[in-house]
């Protein structure tokens, strides 16, 4: 593969910093970007993540002195189109990795303001990038993430992006229709319909990844030295589902599964999402096309994800437990659930599939930081409905 | 009909304002709120409505002198949170009827601040609104504007709102799928995605009203008083289809039909813009119902509807031609187009059809006020795509 220039959004968080380091070492040119409103939230919240991380600043020299790679640094906020278009003008990537968004659901449904404020971000971020591109580098290879949460679960097939619907004697293939479950999945449905305009309209070329939910702790660059640790959470807000489990078995906590747990995800390991994201760059969306890939390896309900969990756990000596708590979300615990995933497959995923020693291995990375785990942090305070309307709902 | 309490976003407006007087003539108590951005677009633009506009206290106290009839009046901004939670908590409205929105395509297409500023705006000011219900007053219904420009122009039959889908041998109905034109457009679409999730996830009850394009320059109570006449706009930012055309018959202009003139849409009176948001009132939604009217009596092509402005013009004695200026938007300008809208006439609408008559009648109100018209204002400045990538599309 040639070499690129590749601008990654979002550099300081837990996808973004690994795949700058990945990318880097595989001889790219690449500049990271952030404004650091992750390290706000997380002060907002009163949490932290599991591993101690340095400054960007810290991280871009800490692998500079492990490797001898260079990761240029842009601090900016991407609401700001100033910002956005130079720094597309002046760097002129051939591809811009957008991590750069607030990545949680529960975050999003606080109230009002952290709903306008998720929204307002992340559109408004993801639009400059469209526009930044048709104005100052039209070339550029967008890669947007987005989230199989965008789906819902409809009761068919969920498909690679686009449905083709024979209705009335006729024909047409739309974008797949989505049925969000926060104002989180909304913005990202939001950020699709938008990027799909700009590949209609203007002739952007763009691939929106459709991720499902990631677990792990660790990539092959963030192993090569403590300061180059991914910013690992737990917690109730910005801590994905195994990623939780295997944190509350390490400190004998039960493992808290919302509901009956009959919710079935799509989910991935890190270094996947680091492979992924460099066979999206590799195999770049033509112009004028919106690719979408459905961007997951296997399939799970949470009840068996958690069961998983309390089995290796018990190979280590543990003595895991699984709660059934009330599901502060509204969504469906029993759906049909079936969504394709084949297209990255094609362009050679190799998968890491969920197994008892990944989880082993997170489990022993995580007893490590057992002084760290604050178990305040666990618990789930965010409703999806906060207050009961004064009507009875059918 | 049970006298409601009824709240206009966007009371300042070409619809909100005749609005506001129907609903307050028909006996409810009404309050409308704006932030007169309008006013300061036109401002920005260089741009007048063709009718002299009071400010709104004026047109409040002008209201009561010639009917006797109360509109209350608050002034403050949907995308301030503490505003509108306030104004619902203290209103409690029965019905909210929201047009507060940036309504132009162009306006929103000149470049990426104005794009952002339309999303931001509408859909921050959507968000704030159904958080406001839900919190301060959730049994209150949501009547929205939409537009039919959400839908695009898909290959199969537009139906109202919903469409299933059939495949793989399993069904689903889902939120008709829709594929808009303009950065304006799409933000609309974000807003119906937004009110979804509020009637699925809290109950909120809502109607979403797919409009198609409004002509018509006054209604039953904008003719009472010269003080009381709608903002009509004939420019090309602000100005619709059927509105521009009759304006440059008025002064022997030629009648500029963007490309071939084949991009079919569906329009309607503003007579029965105020009659089909009586009806939707009076019909509220249930409790978690989102409700989709398409709100339209008929299609044209834009080339049909110039033919139509050419032979009325001919009945008062003027010369009208057509002239097939450049397409600054990208649109398909021969397409299939056929959209359902049988469930506003199945509550009851009585259309009022675009007829020879009623162009005489808005060709007369129009002719009487030839010397404010700007010819400057008729020309369209705004291009879908400013500047042509350096790139080949196919």
Known sequence: MSTQRILILGGDGYLGWPTAMALSQAGHRVAVVDNFAKRQWELELGIQPLFPIPTLHERVRAWQDVTG??????????T????????????????????????????????????AYTQSNNVIGNLNVIFAI???????????????????????DIEEGFLTVDHNGRSHTFLY???????????????SHNIHFACRIWGLRATD?????????ETDESGLDPRLATSFHYDEVFGTALNRFCVQAAIGHPLTVYGKGGQTRGYL??????????LAADNPAAPGEMRVFNQFT?????????????????????????EHVDNPRIESEEHYYNARHTKLLDLGLEPRLLSDELIDTMLGKIHAHTDRIDRAALVQNVRWAPRVPELSLA
């Open 177 to 191: 229709p989505k049925t969000p479950g926060s104002m989180y999945h909304l913005s990202k449905v939001h950020d």
């Open 134 to 156: 048709r104005d100052a580098s039209p070339e550029t290879h967008l890669v947007k993430l987005g989230t199989m949460g965008e789906y819902g679960t409809p009761n068919i």
């Open 209 to 217: 990844l459709n991720q499902g939910v990631v677990y792990g702790v």
């Open 69 to 78: 790679g260079e990761i240029e640094l842009r601090v900016g906020d991407l």
């Open 298 to 322: 296997e399939q799970f309900s949470v009840l068996e994800l958690a069961e998983r969990v309390r089995v290796a756990s018990k190979h280590v000596g543990w003595d895991a437990e699984i």
């Open 269 to 278: 390991n890190i270094r996947d999402t680091v492979q992924c994201i460099s």
């Open 80 to 115: 700001d189109y100033g910002f956005v278009e130079a720094l597309v003008r002046d760097f002129k990537p051939d591809t811009i990795i957008h991590y750069g968004e607030q990545p949680s659901a529960p975050y999003s449904m606080i109230d009002a303001r952290h709903a």
